[in-house]
């Protein structure tokens, strides 16, 4: 078992240059990589969170989840991959447009679901706003379930290449997947209300997903494919950011309508989109200056990947339930603590150099690359 993926690092005057119009796989393995992906995004946010352990096994719940999760992702990682190569920044970003689905969709942000006593300010429900929308979902939901499909499912490394040296070096590596496993499983398991929930959690929804891969490595055989190749664009695209729109009028109109607050709280939210999308429009429309481009090698996608990551975090998840579900509570806090400040810390940087770099760009009569500091 290999230990660390190959990454190549080339000169942009060398590296040989990415078509941003790949041929198109048929339609029905569109759909079914756009159902895996959707799969993948509910697993991540809401199976290893606790919101919905049992999300692959309940109805109507499992299929409107799987609309709202995979719409999102997909519109957005498509924006995303419109360049002819992916930068984090610019995942970072659409992660956070993806997280203010939880105030028109859910209203989450300003009113929790359940019962708890929510912390206020301004009307909001702070402490669930910061975490839904800088950590949890543009990482859980956005980030690392395109990393996980890509890594089990597909030819290219777009992902991997869109971290720096250091970090495509330490990813790569098969014990930081049984690390990251593990830690997954240690918050499940402490969350789960009873051992029959936390098995058929952990070991039900990994198993549909590992079927979901072996489909797609083996029978249907669309290991050699790539993400720009499956993406939707063009007409699909629309068509899809159309459902999109739709979901947030149905869903903001229908579900929980009375919870929306005053006018105050929606314009601060109206201002967050008009920041966010204008930080991924810089990100992913600016043309790249002569730099170090990453060419990372085509490789053999494995099922092998997903059974460790199921197998540690299934494990992990039963072995640590019983032990340590008295610190469940304790769990919430830990995370919070340390996702919030990383998270917020994380894109008020990458907001700040991406700002920066606009104004050198135009000081200097020229467009930098997303993220990067003009030569």
Known sequence: MPTEIAVEERTEDTAAPIDTDPPRPRRLIRWLFWLIVSAFSVFF??????????????????????????????????????????????????????????????????????????????????????????????????IVPLFAVERCMLSSSDMLAACGPRWRRWLANWPVLVIFAAAMGLFHGTIMPSFAVAAGSAVGCSLVLLALVWLWTGPVGGGSLTMRE?????????????????????????????????????????????????????AVTRRPVPSTRVAVPRRRPSVTTWLVFAAVFAGTSLLVHVPLHSLRHAAYVCIYLTGIPLGVIAFLLLAFRQIRDVFAGDRNGRSPAAGQTPA
């Open 230 to 282: 499956l993406l939707p664009r063009g007409i699909e695209w629309i068509v899809l950011a159309m459902l999109l729109l739709a979901q947030y009028v149905l869903y903001g109109l229908v579900w929980r309508s009375d919870k929306l607050p005053g006018l105050g709280p929606q314009a601060v939210v109206w201002g967050a989109y008009v920041l966010f999308i204008a930080l991924l429009g810089m």
């Open 45 to 142: 946010a809401e199976v290893v969170s606790g919101s919905q352990p049992l999300a692959f096994m309940q109805f109507p719940g499992t299929p409107m989840m799987m609309l709202i999760y995979g719409i999102h992702a997909l519109v957005l990682a498509s924006i995303v991959w419109r360049r002819d190569r992916v930068d984090f920044a610019s995942l970072v970003f659409a992660g956070v447009v993806f997280g203010l689905y939880e105030a028109y969709i859910t209203k989450v942000i300003w009113t929790p679901l359940s019962s708890e006593n929510p912390i206020v300010v301004g009307g909001f429900n702070i402490l669930t706003a910061l975490m839904l929308v800088f950590v949890w979902h543009p990482f859980m939901a956005f």
